[in-house]
T-cell receptor, first 115, second 114 residues
Framework: AQKITQTQPGMFVQEKEAVTLDCTYD???????LFWYKQPSSGEMIFLIY??????QNATEGRYSLNFQKARKSANLVISASQLGDSAMYFC????????????FGTGTRLTIIP | NAGVTQTPKFQVLKTGQSMTLQCAQD?????MYWYRQDPGMGLRLIYY???????DKGEVPNGYNVSRLNKREFSLRLESAAPSQTSVYFC?????????????FGPGTRLTVL
């Protein structure tokens, strides 16, 4: 069984500051993928970044980076130089890489960027 | 490319009515998924299909049926809608392009059951 925990229901951050969204996970699968999705007020789910459990380096995608600490079972999302358009719900998710492909989601963090 | 499309975007049903939510993807992905999202919760998997002709139950399958019509299309059916099925429904597909192992989501269907 897999479990994702996001302990920050809501965060307020000043524009242009960096922000870290926390995510911890639990799984018995030896190989797995970790994902972050953004859900703006319009409702769509937008894929942001992916980290494989076997990856040696932390994933980066533009202003997004994933701080992956395997021993601590954490996969925090870091957004550098936040923008007003970053205001949204953010979901951490994981799935095993082989066999069962189901994504397990956390409950999300609502990020609000303050001008 | 349209990616993942869903119809309808909004639907209101009365208790006991039936309906089918449609999903299609044009990315040639093998795997497709149906999720529901309730307020204050993340997405929960209803059913998924690893390939054409196969379907499997997810976390919350009761009250739903699915059909993988072909590689592109994966439909979700509510035979007798209940108020507890009021939710936002997302379809997703997964493939190896452009990002391996990543699921891509449709825009969602907002369903209200009265």
């Amino acid at each position: 069984a897999q479990k994702i925990t996001q302990t920050q229901p809501g965060m307020f951050v000043q524009e242009k500051e960096a922000v870290t969204l926390d995510c911890t996970y639990d799984t018995s699968d030896p190989s797995y993928g970790l994902f972050w999705y953004k859900q703006p007020s319009s409702g769509e789910m937008i894929f942001l970044i992916y980290q494989g459990s076997y990856d040696q380096q932390n994933a980066t995608e533009g202003r997004y980076s994933l701080n992956f600490q395997k021993a601590r079972k954490s996969a925090n999302l870091v957004i550098s130089a936040s923008q007003l358009g970053d205001s949204a719900m953010y979901f951490c998710a994981m799935s095993p890489l082989f066999g069962n492909e189901k994504l397990t989601f956390g409950t999300g963090t609502r990020l609000t960027i303050i001008p | 490319n349209a990616g993942v499309t869903q119809t309808p975007k909004f639907q209101v049903l009365k208790t006991g009515q039936s309906m089918t939510l449609q999903c299609a993807q044009d990315m040639n992905h093998n795997s497709m998924y149906w999720y529901r999202q309730d307020p204050g919760m993340g997405l929960r998997l209803i059913y998924y299909s690893a390939s054409e002709g196969t379907t499997d139950k997810g976390e919350v399958p009761n009250g739903y049926n699915v059909s993988r019509l072909n590689k592109r299309e994966f439909s979700l059916r509510l035979e007798s809608a209940a108020p507890s099925q009021t939710s936002v429904y997302f379809c997703a597909s997964r493939g190896q392009k452009p990002k391996q192992d990543t699921q891509y989501f449709g825009p969602g269907t907002r369903l209200t059951v009265l």
